[in-house]
Structure formats: structure tokens, C-alpha cells
């Protein structure tokens, strides 16, 4: 059964810095494409980074690209975001995701994710 548990969330100044952390197990695949997805209310959970594991290819949101950096330790299993000069647009509950397809057309970027963290919030003021 695979886990997902985030970690790392708060309150955080515009132009600070906020590191979250996913610990995944039970992962049938040796190399899942992960991510991480936001959501604020009212409005779609959206993709903000995503690292295909096998070789470490990265995609961002245009939003996110040059402030947040997605990275992945595989000794510890563990995939975190680096969220850096953050602002109140950035407020929203973080999701980590994993891979449950992935194609040309599945998902965000052709990974396609099923399986979810609880979310963790990041809430930023001006």
C-alpha cells in the first residue's frame, strides 16, 4: 500500500522560504514520477513541480519556475520542494503525488497521479 505523508507546512513572510518534505513507501515501482500540487479554495488542485525519479527530469509551473526547486534523496525516499521568495499567491494546501500512469497524455507533464498525500498548509502574508 502506498504512503504518502507531507511534511514541512506553516506560516511563512512574503519573501521567505518554506521546505516541504514527502516520505513515500510502499511503492511497487522502483523509479515513480512524483510531484507536488497546490489548492487553494474554490478553484482546481494544480500541478507546481514534478521529477521523474529514474533520471531526475524536472518540470515546474510557470508560476513556481526560478523560486521553487523540487529534489528527491532516494536512500530516505523522501522528495522535497524548496519554496524560496514565497508570496500570499503561493498560499494554498501542498499535495504530494505520485505516479499511477504515466504517457504522452496522462497527467501533468505525462505523469499521471493516483495516489495522494493528507496536504500541508502554507500560508503566506505580506
Known amino acids: 500500500q502506498v504512503h504518502l505523508a507531507e511534511s514541512g507546512g506553516g506560516s511563512v513572510l512574503a519573501g521567505g522560504s518554506v521546505r516541504l518534505s514527502c516520505v513515500i513507501s510502499?511503492?511497487?515501482?522502483?523509479?515513480?514520477?512524483m510531484g507536488w500540487f497546490r489548492q487553494v479554495p474554490g478553484k482546481e488542485r494544480g500541478g507546481v513541480a514534478l521529477?521523474?525519479?529514474?533520471?531526475?527530469?524536472?518540470f515546474y509551473a510557470d508560476s513556481v519556475k526560478g523560486r521553487f526547486t523540487i529534489s528527491q534523496e532516494n536512500a530516505k525516499r523522501t522528495m522535497y520542494q524548496e519554496m524560496n521568495n514565497v508570496t500570499p499567491d503561493d498560499t494554498a494546501i501542498y499535495y504530494c503525488?505520485?505516479?499511477?500512469?504515466?504517457?504522452?497524455?496522462?497527467?501533468?507533464?505525462?505523469?499521471?497521479?493516483?495516489?495522494w498525500g493528507q496536504g500541508t498548509q502554507v500560508t503566506v502574508s505580506s
Open positions: 503525488a505520485g505516479e499511477t500512469e504515466r504517457g504522452p497524455t496522462s497527467g501533468w507533464n505525462g505523469c499521471g497521479v493516483g495516489y
Open positions: 510502499g511503492y511497487t515501482l522502483s523509479s515513480p514520477c
Open positions: 521529477i521523474y525519479t529514474e533520471n531526475g527530469r524536472k
